[in-house]
C-alpha cells in the first residue's frame, strides 16, 4: 500500500501568470497582467506587506541559536525593507561570491528546492526559513524520509541524459535499484555496485 503524502496543492510562477496546481491534477490560472489595475495595485500591497511579515517569522536567531527576540525579528524585517527600497532594489536575496545563496550555503541548494516544491512556497521564503534554523535543525530536515525522497528526484534530474547505469556496467557493476539512504540523505552504495563482477578463470589444457 503507497503510504506517499501529496501536497494539497503547489504554486509556480511564470512570466505574469500564477498557477496554482491541485492534486487531483486540475488547476486554476491567473494572468497578472490581465488584471484591473485597482487588482493589480491591492495585489501590489499584499505582497510587500506579506514579504515583509515573512521576513519577521524566525523563530530563532540565526547566530546565536537562541529564541528570536523583538530586536532579532525587526532586524530580518529591516533587512528586506532596505533591500526592497534601496535605489537597485530586488525582491529575492542576492547570491554571494560563487553563486550561492549567503544566508544557508550551496550546500543547502538542493534542500531549498526540495522544500519549495513541497510547500509551494517562494525560494525567498524558504531561504529566510531556513537561516531562521540551526545547523543541526538543517541537517535534520535533509534527513527526513520525505525531503531525502524530493531530493533524490532533483539529483536524477541533474543527470540529465547521461546513461549512468551503461557507465557503471563498463566497470562490470551488475544494475541494481538504489535508494536514498534516510540516516545521510545519500544514495546507498551497495557491494554489487562497489565491487566489480569477479569473473572464474577458464582452466588451461594440459
Known amino acids: 500500500m503507497n503510504t506517499t503524502k501529496r501536497n494539497a496543492m503547489s504554486v509556480d510562477i511564470f512570466g505574469t501568470t500564477v498557477t496554482v496546481t491541485f492534486a487531483n491534477g486540475k488547476d486554476l490560472a491567473i494572468d497578472t497582467a ?19 511579515v515573512d521576513a519577521g517569522a524566525i523563530a530563532r536567531n540565526t547566530e546565536t541559536g537562541a529564541s528570536a527576540s523583538i530586536d ?67 541537517a535534520a530536515l535533509k534527513r527526513n524520509p520525505r525531503v531525502v525522497a524530493i531530493i533524490a528526484e532533483l539529483q536524477a534530474a541533474k543527470a540529465g541524459d547521461v546513461d549512468t547505469d551503461a557507465l557503471l556496467g563498463e566497470l562490470g557493476a551488475e544494475p541494481v535499484e538504489q535508494v536514498a539512504n534516510v540516516e545521510t540523505g545519500e544514495p546507498m552504495v551497495t557491494p554489487q555496485l562497489a565491487m566489480p ?6 582452466p588451461v589444457a594440459a
Open 34 to 52: 490581465t488584471l484591473s489595475p485597482e487588482i493589480q495595485r491591492m495585489a501590489m500591497m499584499h505582497g510587500i506587506k506579506q514579504k515583509l
Open 72 to 138: 532579532d525579528k525587526y532586524a530580518a524585517v529591516r533587512e528586506v525593507y532596505e533591500r526592497l527600497t534601496s535605489p537597485n532594489g530586488t525582491w529575492n536575496k542576492q547570491r554571494g561570491d560563487g553563486g550561492e545563496s549567503k544566508s544557508t550555503g550551496g550546500t543547502n541548494n538542493l534542500l531549498i528546492r526540495a522544500l519549495m516544491q513541497m510547500t509551494g512556497r517562494d525560494k525567498d521564503y524558504v531561504d529566510q526559513f531556513l537561516s531562521a534554523k540551526t545547523k543541526e535543525q538543517r
Open 197 to 202: 563482477v569477479k569473473r572464474r578463470k577458464t
